[in-house]
C-alpha cells in the first residue's frame, strides 16, 4: 500500500562503515534510531534488516511493508526508502557493498520484505550472531565477514526468494541493459535488437522471468524513476520528461498518466509535502 503525505526530498547515502574498509558492517536498531531523521533515503550500498522484536513499518519505493519478530527486510541499491514507526523494533541491520557476498545465488533485485519461517529461525539468529561478532572484532579477519554474510544470505534463501526474479541468463542481460540505458530507450525493439533477439522472442523470455512483457517491464522501470523524482526530487513534469527522455513533457505526462490513472501533477500532489 502507498503511504500519501510523507515523502521529502530524499536525502543520499554512502557506504562508509565503522571499521576502514569493511565490505559489511552490522548495527541495531537503537542505531538507526540515532541516526535516522524520519526522512526519505537513497543508499548506494544494500541493506537488509532482521527484526527480532516490535512492530513497525518501512515504506520502500512507495510500497508500505509491516514489520513485526521474524521479518526481514531487503533495500537494495538505488531504492528510496523511509523508515516509520520504529521506536519498538529490535534487530540488526546488514549493510553490505555490491559484491561482498560471495554466493552465486542472485541478490533480490527489489525491495520488500519476508518471514522467516519458525523452524529456521533459530539458525539465522546463530549465523546473524556469528556475522556481528566478526565484523565488529578488533583484529577482524580478511573474508571472514563477507563468508559468514554469504552463509547467512544463503540461510535466508527461502524467504529472499519472493524478492528474486527467475534465473534467466537472458533476462539478467536484457534487465542490466534496462538499467543503463531507460532514460533514453523506452522502446522493447531497440533492446531485443542490441541483444539479438526477435521482439517476440525476447518478450517470451522477459515474461518467463517476470511475467510481464518486454515493453510493460521498461515502462514499468520508467514510471519508477518517475515516480521517484516526482516525490523525492521535486521535479517537474517538464523536467521528469527531460531526466527519463521524453521528447516533450505533453508525451510523459500521457505516458504516466496511462500507466498509473493519474496526471503527474496530481500524483506528485499526493504523495509530496514539502519539509
Known sequence: ?????????????????????????????DRLRELNRGGTQRADFHV????????????????????????????????????????????????????????????????????????????VIGALDHLESESTAEARIPLVPELLLTALIERLRSTLSALRRRPSSPFEAFRTRVEQQFRSHHDAA???????????????????ATGRTAKRYIADRVVLEAKRLLAHDRHNSVSVAAELGFSDPTNFSSFFRNATGVPPGAWQRLHFVPE
Open 48 to 123: 537488509f534488516a532482521v527484526v527480532e522484536d516490535g512492530r513497525g513499518s518501512v515504506d520502500v519505493d512507495f510500497e508500505e511493508h509491516r514489520l513485526a519478530r521474524r521479518t526481514v527486510v531487503w533495500v537494495p541499491p538505488g531504492a528510496v526508502h523511509r523508515w516509520e514507526e520504529i521506536a519498538t523494533l529490535d534487530g540488526r541491520l546488514v549493510l553490505f557493498i555490491p559484491g561482498a557476498p560471495f554466493t552465486r545465488t542472485p541478490m533480490p533485485d527489489r525491495g520488500g520484505a519476508g518471514t522467516v519461517p519458525e523452524t529456521e529461525w533459530s539458525r
Open 190 to 208: 531497440y533492446y531485443a535488437r542490441g541483444l539479438g533477439y526477435s521482439p517476440r522472442t525476447l518478450s517470451r523470455l522477459v515474461g518467463n
Open 1 to 29: 500500500m502507498v503511504k500519501t503525505g510523507h515523502m521529502h526530498s530524499v536525502r543520499q547515502l554512502t557506504y562508509q562503515p565503522v571499521s576502514s574498509g569493511a565490505p559489511v558492517e552490522v548495527m541495531r536498531f
